[in-house]
C-alpha cells in the first residue's frame, strides 16, 4: 500500500506531503489545477521519462519519493528476490532526485536502475491512465491481459514452450544456414580450405609473437647496446681513472686508517662488498661483447616470420589465440559442408521432432489461455453488469496464427456485445470512450482479484459517463476498495462522495508565483467540494443538500452492501 508521497520542486508544486491510507482515496479539484502533475509525480518516482524541465523555475532540483507499505509475504518473497535491501523493515522507500545533469532514482537508500525499479512498481502499484484504455483497441495487447489473468497456470507453460521454440529456432536456423546449391558448397569449401591451410602451415604458437618481437628488437639494436656497454666499461676499469681503481684507492685508505680505529671495520667490509660487485658486473659485461654476434641472417629470418604473423593477424584475428580459435570455428564449418548430406538428414530429423514437441507444448498453453480466458470473460461481464452494461456479452475470440511465435500460436482478441440481439463485435469497432473506460474498469477489477499488488491507481477513469453509469462506477470503485487500495482522479461527483478520504488539489498565485497543492478534507470542506463538482460555479442551496445526501448514500451504500460482501 502507498503510504506517503512527498514532491518538492516538480513543475508547479513548491512542496506537498500526503499520507494515503487503505480503502478509497479520491483526488479532485478544479480543471488545471494540476492533479496530472500529482500523478506524474508518482510516474516519474517509478522511472518514467523526466525531463529537467520539470524542475520548478528558481529550483537547483526536483524531488519525488514514496513510502510503501509491505503486508504480503509473497510481494515480501519477491523483493528479497530482487535483492532489495532492508525488506525486514515492512517498507519501501522510492525516491527520485533530479537535476539539469543527470537523474537518480533511490530504493531504500541504495542507488538503483530504471530498469530495477520498474521490477519493484510492478509487485506493488497498478496505474491506469486515460492513455491505456487505448491498449484495448490494440488487439495484440489482449492475449497479454489474458496471461496476466492467468499468470499461475500459464507462466509455466509459457515458459516451457519459449525454451522449446527457442532450441527449435536454433535447429531451423542452422538448417537453413547448411542448405546451399552444390556450386556454392564448393566454392566455400575451397574458400574454407585455402584459409584453414594457410593458418595451418605457419604453425603458430602462443605467445610465439612476443618472444619474436622482444628478440628482434635486440637483435636490431645490438650495435647501440654493444656501444652502450663499450662505455660503461671505460668508466668502470678502462680509463685513466676508471671506477674499479678509484675504488681500490679508497679500499687501500680506509684499510690504513682502521688499523688505529676498529670502528671503521665495517665500512671498509662495505667497500669491500662494492669492488667484488663491480668486479662481477665488469666481467659479466665483458662476456656478454665476447658472446655476441651480429646476425643478419637471423635478423631477417625474425623479420620475415613477424611479417607473417601480422599479415595473419590482418586477415583473421587481434592476437595468435584469436587465429587458431578462427581456423577451428573454420575447420567445423568445413566439416558441416564435407559431411552436407549426412547433417542435413540428421538436422532434419530433429527438427520434426522438435515440431512436435512444439506443438504439444503450443496446445498445452493453448488450453491453458482458454481455460482462463473462459474465467475472466464471465468475470468481466458480471463486473461489466454492475457498471451499468446490463445486457452484455464479453467473450475471447481465439484463432490460430499463420505460424509458431516465442509467445505461441495463439490470436486473441475480445469480443463484446452491449445490447440484446447485438452480435459479438471487437471492442474497436463498438466501444466510445466512455464504454472503453468502464470495459477497462471491469477488467481491472477482475485482475486485481489475482495478485497481491496493494495499490491500484485510476486517472478518470470516469471521463466519458454520467448519472446512472456514474454511480454504478463508482459502487464498482467501492467494492475493489475493500481489498485493494485505490486511488483515483475524478471529476464526478458520484465517484467522489465514495471517498474513504478525500483529497483536494488546488493552485494559487502568491507574489506572481503559481503553485499546486494538495490537502485532506474534513467531512465539511468534503461536502463543499462534492457541492463545487454539482453545481461548478455556481453553488446552491439546493447543491449542498444534494452533497450531503450523497455522502449519506454512500454511507448507506458501504454499511449496507460492501461490509456483506464475502
Known amino acids: 500500500m502507498l503510504t506517503n508521497l512527498h514532491v518538492k520542486n516538480l513543475a508547479l508544486i513548491d512542496e506537498a506531503d500526503v499520507d494515503f491510507y487503505p480503502g478509497l482515496n479520491i483526488l479532485s479539484g478544479e480543471t488545471g489545477a494540476g492533479k496530472s502533475i500529482i500523478l506524474g509525480s508518482i510516474n516519474i518516482a517509478l522511472g518514467s521519462k523526466a525531463s529537467p524541465d520539470i524542475i520548478r523555475k528558481g529550483s537547483d532540483y526536483a524531488l519525488t519519493e514514496l513510502i510503501f507499505s509491505i503486508d504480503s509475504d509473497e510481494i515480501r518473497h519477491s523483493l528479497k528476490e530482487l535483492e532489495i535491501p532492508d525488506i525486514e523493515e515492512d517498507a519501501i522507500i522510492i525516491s527520485r532526485k533530479i537535476t539539469p545533469q543527470r537523474s537518480k532514482i533511490m530504493i531504500n537508500g541504495i542507488t538503483c536502475t530504471n530498469a530495477m525499479v520498474q521490477k519493484v512498481a510492478a509487485l506493488l502499484i497498478n496505474i491506469h491512465g486515460q492513455h491505456d484504455n487505448q491498449l484495448l483497441l490494440n488487439e495484440a495487447s489482449h492475449i497479454k491481459l489474458v496471461d496476466s489473468f492467468g499468470y499461475d497456470t500459464i507462466s509455466p507453460l509459457k515458459d516451457n514452450y519459449s525454451l522449446i521454440y527457442k532450441e527449435f529456432s536454433q535447429l531451423r536456423s ?7 546449391d552444390e556450386e556454392s558448397r564448393e566454392r566455400e ?20 609473437d612476443e618472444d619474436l618481437e622482444a628478440e628482434f628488437k635486440k637483435l636490431n639494436n645490438s650495435k647501440k647496446i654493444i656501444d652502450n656497454i663499450s662505455q660503461a666499461l671505460q668508466v668502470l676499469s678502462d680509463s685513466n681513472d676508471n671506477c674499479n681503481d678509484l675504488l681500490g684507492s679508497a ?34 659485461l665483458e662476456n656478454y661483447i665476447d658472446n655476441s654476434e651480429m646476425d643478419d641472417e637471423s635478423l631477417n629470418q625474425m623479420s620475415q616470420r613477424l611479417d607473417l604473423i601480422n599479415k595473419l593477424k590482418n586477415k583473421y584475428g587481434k592476437t595468435i ?41 503450443a496446445d498445452s498453453l493453448s488450453k491453458a489461455r482458454i481455460k482462463a480466458a473462459d474465467l475472466l470473460s464471465q468475470m468481466v461481464s458480471k463486473a461489466l453488469s454492475e457498471l451499468n452494461f446490463l445486457n452484455n456479452q464479453f467473450e475471447a475470440e481465439f484463432k490460430p496464427s499463420q505460424e509458431m ?3 505461441g500460436n495463439d490470436i486473441v482478441r475480445f469480443m463484446i456485445s452491449t445490447n440484446v440481439g447485438q452480435p459479438l463485435m471487437p471492442l474497436s469497432k463498438i466501444a466510445s470512450g466512455g ?3 468502464r470495459i477497462m474498469l471491469a477488467i481491472k477489477t477482475c485482475m486485481a482479484g489475482k495478485d497481491d499488488i496493494g495499490t491500484l491507481i485510476f486517472d478518470e477513469i470516469d471521463a466519458g459517463i454520467s448519472g446512472r453509469t456514474a454511480q454504478r462506477v463508482a459502487e464498482q470503485l467501492a467494492k475493489v476498495s475493500v481489498k485493494h487500495q485505490i486511488i483515483c482522479i475524478t471529476h464526478l461527483p458520484q465517484i467522489a462522495s465514495m471517498a474513504d478520504r478525500h483529497y483536494i488539489i488546488e493552485k494559487s498565485v502568491n507574489d506572481q508565483i503559481t503553485s499546486t497543492s494538495i ?19 455556481s453553488i446552491t442551496e439546493s447543491c449542498m443538500t444534494s452533497a450531503k445526501e450523497m455522502k449519506e448514500g454512500a454511507k448507506n451504500y458501504k454499511a449496507n452492501c460492501i461490509q456483506k460482501m464475502p
Open 174 to 180: 542452422k538448417l537453413e544456414k547448411n542448405t546451399m
Open 189 to 208: 569449401i575451397s574458400f574454407l580450405e585455402f584459409e584453414i591451410n594457410e593458418i595451418n602451415e605457419a604453425d603458430l604458437k602462443e605467445g610465439e
Open 251 to 284: 679500499i687501500h685508505h680506509i684499510s690504513n686508517a682502521s688499523t688505529y680505529d676498529d670502528s671503521l671495520s665495517d665500512i671498509l667490509a662495505s667497500l669491500g662488498d662494492a669492488d667484488d660487485l663491480i668486479s662481477t658486473s665488469i666481467r659479466s
Open 321 to 361: 589465440e584469436d587465429i587458431l580459435a578462427y581456423s577451428e570455428e573454420k575447420q567445423a564449418r568445413l566439416d558441416d559442408l564435407v559431411h552436407f548430406q549426412e547433417i542435413n538428414e540428421k538436422l532434419s530429423h530433429e527438427l520434426d521432432l522438435k515440431k512436435d514437441e512444439l506443438d504439444k507444448a
Open 405 to 407: 511465435g516465442p509467445d
Open 435 to 437: 464504454e472503453l473506460s
Open 519 to 537: 490537502y485532506e478534507l474534513d467531512y465539511e470542506k468534503e461536502v463543499d467540494e462534492l457541492a463545487r463538482m454539482i453545481g461548478g460555479s
